[in-house]
């Protein structure tokens, strides 16, 4: 006797690789959205890292500090200037800095 209920084996695959690739893009989400924060949190700290030293330098009238932490400063900015693509999971993820 046929189970009328059963479903095609096909189905079944097609089912089963659509329940892995939600949880392959929820793991991508996850993994973008981490490094992004990481990204984030490294170019900002080290921007203001800089300004303060910059602001430090001026203060205390040090030319070649202030033009060593200005040379850094501009290498950041120009580093990060058309911001940053990140990939996983075959997605990717595309930064921009201010």
Do not use: C, P, W
């Not at 996850?30 to 984030?40: D, F, I, N, P, R």
């Amino acid at each position: 006797m046929s189970n009328q209920f059963a479903m095609d084996k096909e189905v079944i695959k097609q089912l089963e690789i659509i329940k892995k690739l939600q949880k392959r893009s929820q793991a991508a989400v996850y993994s973008l959205y981490a490094q992004a924060v990481l990204e984030y949190s490294l170019y900002y700290h080290k921007k203001n890292q800089l300004l303060a030293q910059i602001d430090e330098s001026l203060v205390n009238k040090n030319k070649h500090q202030f033009m060593a932490v200005t040379n850094e400063y501009k290498t950041l900015v120009e580093d990060h200037k058309n911001g940053k693509t990140i990939y996983d999971y075959g997605f990717k993820l595309h930064l921009t800095f201010q």
